[in-house]
Protein backbone atom coordinates (compact mmCIF):
# COMPACT_ATOMS: atom_id res chain seq x y z
CA UNK A 1 0.00 0.00 0.00
CA UNK A 2 1.18 3.42 -1.04
CA UNK A 3 2.45 5.81 2.05
CA UNK A 4 0.92 8.80 2.54
CA UNK A 5 3.44 11.14 1.20
CA UNK A 6 3.44 9.09 -2.41
CA UNK A 7 -0.47 9.48 -2.11
CA UNK A 8 -0.56 13.37 -1.69
CA UNK A 9 2.12 13.35 -4.53
CA UNK A 10 0.02 11.55 -6.88
CA UNK A 11 -3.11 13.78 -5.66
CA UNK A 12 -0.91 16.81 -6.82
CA UNK A 13 0.06 14.96 -10.03
CA UNK A 14 -3.82 14.58 -11.05
CA UNK A 15 -4.44 18.21 -9.89
CA UNK A 16 -1.43 19.68 -11.75
CA UNK A 17 -2.91 17.34 -15.39
CA UNK A 18 -5.85 18.83 -14.85
CA UNK A 19 -5.12 22.01 -14.54
CA UNK A 20 -3.45 20.99 -18.48
CA UNK A 21 -6.37 19.67 -19.95
CA UNK A 22 -8.64 22.29 -18.64
CA UNK A 23 -6.39 25.00 -20.07
CA UNK A 24 -6.03 23.19 -23.40
CA UNK A 25 -9.99 22.68 -23.18
CA UNK A 26 -9.83 26.37 -23.42
CA UNK A 27 -7.95 27.16 -25.84
CA UNK A 28 -9.61 24.57 -28.42
CA UNK A 29 -12.92 26.00 -27.80
CA UNK A 30 -11.61 29.39 -28.22
CA UNK A 31 -9.88 28.71 -31.44
CA UNK A 32 -13.31 25.97 -32.31
CA UNK A 33 -15.08 29.29 -33.06
CA UNK A 34 -12.80 31.03 -36.02
CA UNK A 35 -11.72 27.77 -37.31
CA UNK A 36 -15.77 26.65 -37.92
CA UNK A 37 -16.41 30.09 -39.49
CA UNK A 38 -13.63 29.36 -41.97
CA UNK A 39 -14.77 26.27 -42.93
CA UNK A 40 -18.36 27.33 -43.10
CA UNK A 41 -17.12 30.25 -45.41
CA UNK A 42 -15.10 28.09 -47.70
CA UNK A 43 -17.96 25.76 -48.79
CA UNK A 44 -20.26 28.08 -50.56
CA UNK A 45 -17.16 28.74 -52.88
CA UNK A 46 -16.34 25.14 -53.01
CA UNK A 47 -19.72 24.39 -54.10
CA UNK A 48 -20.36 26.97 -56.29
CA UNK A 49 -16.92 26.14 -57.87
CA UNK A 50 -18.27 22.28 -58.20
CA UNK A 51 -21.52 23.56 -59.96
CA UNK A 52 -20.07 25.83 -62.79
CA UNK A 53 -17.64 22.75 -63.61
CA UNK A 54 -21.21 20.86 -63.87
CA UNK A 55 -22.48 23.18 -65.71
CA UNK A 56 -19.68 23.53 -68.14
CA UNK A 57 -18.90 19.88 -68.47
CA UNK A 58 -22.69 18.92 -69.69
CA UNK A 59 -22.05 20.23 -72.91
CA UNK A 60 -18.10 18.74 -73.50
CA UNK A 61 -17.84 15.47 -74.57
CA UNK A 62 -15.11 13.97 -76.72
CA UNK A 63 -11.75 14.49 -77.62
CA UNK A 64 -12.03 18.19 -76.96
CA UNK A 65 -12.93 17.27 -73.14
CA UNK A 66 -10.29 18.54 -70.88
CA UNK A 67 -7.80 15.20 -69.26
CA UNK A 68 -8.52 16.52 -65.53
CA UNK A 69 -12.68 16.57 -66.32
CA UNK A 70 -12.71 13.16 -68.28
CA UNK A 71 -9.20 11.44 -66.88
CA UNK A 72 -6.83 9.10 -68.75
CA UNK A 73 -9.53 6.24 -69.16
CA UNK A 74 -7.86 4.10 -66.56
CA UNK A 75 -7.67 3.61 -63.00
CA UNK A 76 -4.88 1.43 -62.23
CA UNK A 77 -1.92 3.93 -61.00
CA UNK A 78 -3.94 5.63 -58.08
CA UNK A 79 -3.06 8.51 -56.00
CA UNK A 80 -4.62 9.17 -52.21
CA UNK A 81 -4.22 12.34 -50.75
CA UNK A 82 -4.71 11.77 -46.72
CA UNK A 83 -5.22 15.14 -44.85
CA UNK A 84 -4.85 15.21 -41.34
CA UNK A 85 -3.95 17.42 -38.79
CA UNK A 86 -0.16 17.93 -37.35
CA UNK A 87 -0.63 17.64 -33.26
CA UNK A 88 -2.72 14.97 -31.80
CA UNK A 89 -4.64 14.73 -28.13
CA UNK A 90 -7.87 15.03 -30.10
CA UNK A 91 -9.64 11.49 -29.05
CA UNK A 92 -9.84 9.60 -32.39
CA UNK A 93 -9.65 12.61 -35.18
CA UNK A 94 -6.87 11.74 -36.77
CA UNK A 95 -6.80 7.92 -36.17
CA UNK A 96 -10.25 7.57 -37.83
CA UNK A 97 -9.36 9.65 -41.21
CA UNK A 98 -6.16 6.94 -41.17
CA UNK A 99 -7.90 4.02 -40.69
CA UNK A 100 -10.87 4.61 -43.91
CA UNK A 101 -6.85 5.82 -45.70
CA UNK A 102 -5.11 2.07 -44.91
CA UNK A 103 -9.21 0.52 -45.93
CA UNK A 104 -8.99 2.44 -49.56
CA UNK A 105 -5.13 1.56 -49.83
CA UNK A 106 -5.51 -1.38 -48.90
CA UNK A 107 -8.96 -2.50 -51.04
CA UNK A 108 -7.14 -0.86 -54.45
CA UNK A 109 -3.74 -3.02 -53.39
CA UNK A 110 -5.85 -5.97 -53.37
CA UNK A 111 -7.23 -5.29 -57.05
CA UNK A 112 -3.80 -5.29 -58.52
CA UNK A 113 -3.57 -0.97 -58.27
CA UNK A 114 -0.70 1.03 -58.11
CA UNK A 115 -1.29 3.72 -55.29
CA UNK A 116 1.08 6.41 -54.21
CA UNK A 117 0.31 8.63 -51.53
CA UNK A 118 0.55 12.42 -50.83
CA UNK A 119 0.10 13.47 -47.09
CA UNK A 120 -0.96 16.63 -45.51
CA UNK A 121 -0.53 16.89 -41.77
CA UNK A 122 2.09 15.11 -39.44
CA UNK A 123 -0.03 12.30 -38.01
CA UNK A 124 -0.77 11.14 -41.55
CA UNK A 125 2.76 10.79 -42.38
CA UNK A 126 3.70 9.41 -39.02
CA UNK A 127 1.20 6.73 -39.02
CA UNK A 128 1.06 5.88 -42.69
CA UNK A 129 4.89 5.77 -43.09
CA UNK A 130 5.28 2.65 -40.87
CA UNK A 131 3.24 0.68 -43.52
CA UNK A 132 3.18 2.20 -46.85
CA UNK A 133 6.69 4.76 -46.37
CA UNK A 134 8.04 3.68 -49.92
CA UNK A 135 4.82 4.66 -51.84
CA UNK A 136 4.31 8.04 -50.21
CA UNK A 137 6.02 10.93 -53.41
CA UNK A 138 5.40 13.82 -50.66
CA UNK A 139 4.54 15.30 -47.38
CA UNK A 140 2.92 18.57 -46.28
CA UNK A 141 2.30 20.19 -42.77
CA UNK A 142 -1.30 21.33 -42.37
CA UNK A 143 0.21 24.10 -39.81
CA UNK A 144 -1.71 25.81 -37.02
CA UNK A 145 -3.39 27.94 -39.74
CA UNK A 146 -4.24 26.54 -43.00
CA UNK A 147 -2.74 28.02 -45.78
CA UNK A 148 -3.53 28.81 -49.38
CA UNK A 149 0.17 28.61 -50.49
CA UNK A 150 0.55 25.03 -49.29
CA UNK A 151 -2.93 23.89 -51.08
CA UNK A 152 -1.28 25.36 -53.96
CA UNK A 153 1.66 23.24 -53.19
CA UNK A 154 -0.28 20.32 -53.24
CA UNK A 155 -2.67 21.24 -56.20
CA UNK A 156 0.60 21.79 -58.51
CA UNK A 157 2.29 18.87 -57.34
CA UNK A 158 -0.84 16.86 -58.51
CA UNK A 159 -1.14 18.58 -61.31
CA UNK A 160 2.79 17.89 -62.72
CA UNK A 161 1.95 13.86 -61.81
CA UNK A 162 -0.80 14.13 -63.96
CA UNK A 163 0.80 15.66 -66.78
CA UNK A 164 3.51 13.49 -66.73
CA UNK A 165 1.28 10.42 -66.89
CA UNK A 166 2.24 8.76 -63.34
CA UNK A 167 -1.17 8.79 -62.13
CA UNK A 168 -4.41 8.17 -63.90
CA UNK A 169 -7.15 8.51 -60.40
CA UNK A 170 -6.66 11.26 -57.56
CA UNK A 171 -8.69 10.96 -54.76
CA UNK A 172 -8.89 13.09 -51.22
CA UNK A 173 -9.32 12.30 -47.84
CA UNK A 174 -10.26 14.11 -45.21
CA UNK A 175 -12.59 14.75 -41.70
CA UNK A 176 -15.44 16.81 -42.85
CA UNK A 177 -16.65 19.33 -39.67
CA UNK A 178 -20.65 18.46 -39.41
CA UNK A 179 -21.03 19.97 -35.69
CA UNK A 180 -19.11 20.17 -32.21
CA UNK A 181 -19.77 16.37 -32.01
CA UNK A 182 -19.83 14.96 -35.18
CA UNK A 183 -16.93 14.44 -37.35
CA UNK A 184 -17.30 12.65 -40.65
CA UNK A 185 -13.94 11.00 -42.52
CA UNK A 186 -15.37 12.02 -46.04
CA UNK A 187 -13.99 10.71 -49.53
CA UNK A 188 -13.53 12.89 -52.36
CA UNK A 189 -12.71 11.93 -56.36
CA UNK A 190 -10.41 14.98 -57.48
CA UNK A 191 -9.18 13.32 -61.37
CA UNK A 192 -11.34 12.90 -63.24
CA UNK A 193 -13.13 16.01 -61.61
CA UNK A 194 -17.10 14.26 -59.90
CA UNK A 195 -19.54 16.24 -61.83
CA UNK A 196 -22.32 14.38 -60.98
CA UNK A 197 -23.41 15.06 -57.50
CA UNK A 198 -22.97 18.77 -57.67
CA UNK A 199 -26.07 20.49 -58.71
CA UNK A 200 -26.06 22.75 -61.67
CA UNK A 201 -26.30 26.40 -62.31
CA UNK A 202 -29.57 27.41 -62.72
CA UNK A 203 -29.52 29.70 -65.68
CA UNK A 204 -33.56 30.46 -65.32
CA UNK A 205 -34.10 29.18 -69.08
CA UNK A 206 -31.43 31.80 -70.43
CA UNK A 207 -28.67 30.57 -72.85
CA UNK A 208 -24.99 31.63 -72.02
CA UNK A 209 -22.41 31.97 -74.73
CA UNK A 210 -19.11 31.28 -73.35
CA UNK A 211 -15.62 33.34 -74.68
CA UNK A 212 -13.53 31.60 -74.62
CA UNK A 213 -15.18 28.01 -75.11
CA UNK A 214 -16.44 26.20 -72.37
CA UNK A 215 -13.04 23.68 -73.24
CA UNK A 216 -10.98 26.73 -72.80
CA UNK A 217 -12.75 28.13 -69.40
CA UNK A 218 -12.42 24.31 -68.01
CA UNK A 219 -9.11 24.11 -69.03
CA UNK A 220 -8.30 26.85 -66.15
CA UNK A 221 -10.93 25.91 -63.73
CA UNK A 222 -10.37 21.98 -62.83
CA UNK A 223 -6.57 22.95 -62.14
CA UNK A 224 -8.43 26.07 -59.67
CA UNK A 225 -10.90 23.43 -58.20
CA UNK A 226 -7.77 20.97 -57.03
CA UNK A 227 -6.63 24.01 -54.80
CA UNK A 228 -10.11 24.91 -53.86
CA UNK A 229 -11.03 21.35 -52.85
CA UNK A 230 -7.47 20.44 -51.10
CA UNK A 231 -7.74 24.08 -49.13
CA UNK A 232 -11.35 23.46 -48.38
CA UNK A 233 -10.18 20.03 -46.58
CA UNK A 234 -7.83 22.00 -45.06
CA UNK A 235 -10.16 23.86 -43.56
CA UNK A 236 -12.69 21.31 -42.79
CA UNK A 237 -9.92 19.50 -41.03
CA UNK A 238 -8.86 22.31 -38.67
CA UNK A 239 -12.46 22.97 -37.45
CA UNK A 240 -12.65 19.06 -36.74
CA UNK A 241 -9.82 19.18 -34.89
CA UNK A 242 -10.35 21.83 -32.85
CA UNK A 243 -13.83 20.54 -31.83
CA UNK A 244 -12.66 16.83 -31.24
CA UNK A 245 -9.72 18.08 -29.14
CA UNK A 246 -12.33 20.01 -27.38
CA UNK A 247 -14.51 17.35 -26.44
CA UNK A 248 -11.36 15.07 -25.37
CA UNK A 249 -10.22 17.65 -23.04
CA UNK A 250 -13.51 17.65 -21.45
CA UNK A 251 -13.18 14.33 -20.87
CA UNK A 252 -9.92 14.15 -19.84
CA UNK A 253 -10.41 16.83 -17.25
CA UNK A 254 -13.50 15.07 -15.74
CA UNK A 255 -11.84 11.67 -15.69
CA UNK A 256 -9.10 13.42 -13.75
CA UNK A 257 -11.96 14.96 -11.20
CA UNK A 258 -13.32 11.76 -10.73
CA UNK A 259 -9.52 10.46 -10.06
CA UNK A 260 -8.58 13.05 -7.90
CA UNK A 261 -12.01 12.32 -5.63
CA UNK A 262 -10.97 8.77 -5.67
CA UNK A 263 -7.89 9.45 -4.51
CA UNK A 264 -8.34 11.63 -2.00
CA UNK A 265 -11.02 9.05 -0.30
CA UNK A 266 -8.74 6.94 -0.09
CA UNK A 267 -5.67 8.88 1.44
CA UNK A 268 -8.59 10.04 3.87
CA UNK A 269 -9.17 6.42 4.55
CA UNK A 270 -5.65 5.28 5.02
CA UNK A 271 -5.03 8.88 7.35
CA UNK A 272 -7.42 7.45 9.90
CA UNK A 273 -6.90 4.31 9.50
CA UNK A 274 -2.59 5.15 10.53
CA UNK A 275 -4.73 8.09 13.20
CA UNK A 276 -6.53 5.31 14.48
CA UNK A 277 -3.43 2.71 15.11
CA UNK A 278 -1.56 5.20 16.39
CA UNK A 279 -3.93 5.85 19.20
CA UNK A 280 -4.50 2.29 19.96
CA UNK A 281 -0.66 2.09 20.67
CA UNK A 282 -0.89 5.10 22.91
CA UNK A 283 -3.82 3.49 24.86
CA UNK A 284 -2.27 0.02 25.29
CA UNK A 285 0.83 1.68 26.35
CA UNK A 286 -0.83 3.67 29.24
CA UNK A 287 -2.59 0.59 30.25
CA UNK A 288 0.55 -1.07 30.42
CA UNK A 289 1.53 1.48 32.76
Known amino acids: MASLKEMRNRIGSVKATQKITKAMQMVAAAKLRRAQDNAQNARPYADRMASVIANLAAGVSGDGAPKLLVGTGSDVRQLVIVATSDRGLAGGFNSSIVRMARERINRLLAEGRDVRLITIGKKAREQLRRQYGNRIVESYEAGGNPSLATAQDVAAKVAA ?129
Not at 183 to 195: G, R, S, Y
Not at 206 to 229: C, F, H, K, M, S
Request: hydrophobic residues 45%; proline residues 4%.
Open 161 to 289: LFEAGEIDVVSLLFSRFKSVVVQTPTFVQLIPAQVAGAEPVDLKGAGYEYEPDAEGILETLLPRNLTVQVFSAMLENQAGFYAAQMAAMDNATRNAGDMIASLTLQYNRSRQAQITKELIEIISGAEAL
